[in-house]
């Protein structure tokens, strides 16, 4: 059955519209011949979306054109401004962005464990509101939130998780209390890294692959033909909790202690690294993954012949312990391909990418490419970002036509 003339009209605004998304400004020349669409239905789109305020004259196309088809149409940035949180266990870290994703302002804020349920929430709310202020941003339209624990699929809340400060719960009803004007979600921080990665990084061209969260904590994200993938219970991807050979004990439904994360997570990395005498030189960085790109800076290849450096076995120990959930990962999903990522997985780069590629190739049958995450630990919040962007895209684009 053909569309209707009004339906037509919206699927055609919403071609344009995420044409100058992902090109910029374009002519209108341009977008006809982008889209196939006639030059009348492009002079009228142009028409409906500069009347509902989203598209505006961004300039002209070239020093020696001139007239009506010289002008290049771009998406009107400050038409919605939106912003993007990484929240973490010590802290927060805020981005407000225009609404094709250009940073205006960003700040990160410390949250010590004894500062208290309340007095944490304020900080971090205060922090979004002072953030946006220096934007320039009168409201925000879409927040992104991304923290650590699970989200029930039911409500899309997060959920209470043992171990997780109480105040990650509480930060989100507080936002929407304080921004009721605006759309406030939460998703899972490995997830949003994965959503990252696949837009922007390192998985930018495959539609499976799984990501494997290396930091403060472990986790892993699944995207299975293009679609991120959370479970009955929201709970895809916890591999921290995946009982493996080589810790002290089993891990127990409220202690992923004995599991893969007792192996891999930044606390037994940083162990690891000190019983090979591999010290992080001083920095920002966290120590475990200092440890790892210091080593990586002085190592010798994976499996060297002769006496080892104790960068080099430092490496090697390391890769044989991520290679063991790794190859958990791909026995039971085969996903073809592998993102080590957090800090962690990008300060380990190919280094140790190659190293656990080897070790997985032994152990498993089926064939898997291991790659380091490009965006490493800012994968979360640009994921966030992404999320935000595309849901008030989602809500504005979808005004012309009806």
Same mark, same amino acid.
């Given at each position: 059955?053909?569309?209707?003339?009004?339906?037509?009209?919206?699927?055609?605004?919403?071609?344009?519209?995420?044409?100058?998304?992902?090109?910029?400004?374009?002519?209108?020349?341009?977008?006809?011949?982008?889209?196939?669409?006639?030059r009348?239905?492009?002079?009228?789109?142009?028409?409906?979306?500069?009347?509902?305020?989203?598209?505006?004259?961004?300039?002209?196309?070239?020093?020696?054109?001139?007239?009506?088809?010289?002008?290049?149409?771009?998406?009107?940035?400050?038409?919605?401004?939106?912003?993007?949180?990484?929240?973490?266990?010590?802290?927060?870290?805020?981005?407000?962005s225009?609404?094709?994703?250009?940073?205006?302002?960003?700040?990160?804020?410390?949250?010590?464990?004894?500062?208290?349920?309340?007095?944490?929430?304020?900080?971090?709310?205060?922090?979004?509101?002072?953030?946006?202020?220096?934007?320039?941003?009168?409201?925000?339209?879409?927040v /992104?939130?991304?923290?650590?624990?699970?989200?029930d699929?039911?409500?899309?809340?997060?959920?209470?998780?043992?171990?997780?400060?109480?105040?990650?719960?509480?930060?989100?009803?507080?936002?929407q209390?304080?921004?009721?004007?605006?759309?406030?979600?939460?998703?899972?921080?490995?997830?949003?890294?994965a959503?990252?990665?696949?837009?922007?990084?390192?998985?930018?061209?495959?539609?499976?692959?799984?990501?494997?969260?290396?930091?403060?904590?472990?986790?892993?994200?699944?995207?299975?033909?293009?679609?991120?993938?959370?479970?009955?219970?929201?709970?895809? /991807?916890?591999?921290?909790?995946?009982?493996?050979p080589?810790t002290?004990?089993?891990?127990?439904?409220?202690?992923?202690?004995?599991?893969?994360?007792?192996?891999?997570?930044?606390?037994?990395?940083?162990?690891?690294?000190?019983?090979?005498?591999?010290?992080?030189?001083?920095?920002?960085?966290?120590?475990?993954a200092?440890?790892?790109?210091?080593?990586?800076?002085?190592?010798?290849?994976?499996?060297?012949?002769?006496?080892?450096?104790?960068?080099?076995?430092?490496?090697?120990?390391?890769?044989?312990?991520?290679?063991?959930?790794?190859?958990?990962?791909?026995?039971?999903?085969?996903?073809?391909?592998?993102?080590?990522?957090?800090?962690?997985?990008?300060?380990?780069?190919e280094?140790?990418?190659?190293?656990?590629?080897?070790?997985l190739?032994?152990?498993?049958?089926?064939?898997?490419?291991?790659?380091?995450?490009?965006?490493?630990?800012?994968?979360?919040?640009?994921?966030?970002?992404?999320?935000?962007?595309?849901?008030?895209?989602?809500?504005?684009?979808?005004?012309?036509?009806?």
């Amino acid at each position: 059955m053909a569309a209707s003339p009004s339906t037509a009209r919206a699927i055609n605004d919403r071609l344009a519209l995420r044409l100058l998304q992902q090109e910029g400004p374009l002519t209108a020349g341009q977008l006809k011949q982008l889209t196939g669409l006639s030059r009348p239905t492009v002079a009228d789109l142009v028409e409906r979306l500069t009347a509902a305020g989203l598209v505006a004259v961004a300039g002209e196309a070239g020093e020696q054109r001139r007239g009506p088809n010289a002008k290049l149409y771009g998406i009107v940035a400050d038409r919605a401004h939106l912003a993007a949180l990484d929240v973490r266990t010590e802290g927060v870290t805020v981005v407000v962005s225009d609404l094709v994703g250009g940073v205006l302002a960003e700040a990160a804020l410390p949250i010590t464990g004894d500062a208290g349920t309340g007095p944490a929430v304020e900080q971090a709310v205060a922090l979004v509101e002072r953030t946006a202020k220096e934007a320039g941003a009168d409201r925000l339209h879409t927040v /992104g939130i991304g923290a650590p624990g699970l989200i029930d699929p039911a409500s899309g809340e997060l959920r209470d998780s043992t171990g997780l400060p109480e105040w990650h719960r509480r930060l989100v009803a507080a936002l929407q209390e304080r921004l009721p004007e605006a759309r406030v979600s939460v998703e899972n921080e490995t997830n949003l890294a994965a959503l990252a990665e696949q837009r922007d990084g390192a998985a930018r061209d495959r539609d499976t692959f799984v990501l494997l969260w290396l930091g403060h904590g472990t986790g892993a994200a699944v995207i299975l033909d293009g679609t991120l993938r959370r479970g009955a219970s929201g709970g895809t /991807g916890e591999i921290g909790f995946l009982p493996v050979p080589g810790t002290r004990g089993l891990p127990s439904a409220t202690d992923c202690g004995g599991g893969f994360h007792s192996l891999v997570g930044a606390a037994a990395v940083a162990e690891l690294a000190e019983e090979y005498g591999v010290v992080a030189e001083p920095g920002t960085e966290p120590p475990a993954a200092g440890a790892v790109r210091t080593a990586v800076a002085s190592a010798g290849p994976a499996s060297p012949s002769g006496p080892a450096s104790p960068e080099t076995r430092f490496l090697d120990a390391l890769a044989d312990r991520i290679a063991v959930g790794v190859a958990s990962v791909v026995a039971l999903l085969d996903p073809g391909h592998v993102v080590l990522g957090g800090e962690i997985g990008q300060a380990g780069g190919e280094a140790l990418a190659a190293r656990v590629r080897d070790r997985l190739a032994a152990l498993s049958p089926l064939p898997a490419d291991v790659r380091s995450s490009t965006l490493g630990g800012g994968a979360v919040l640009r994921g966030a970002l992404l999320t935000a962007r595309d849901q008030a895209q989602d809500e504005l684009f979808g005004a012309p036509g009806h």
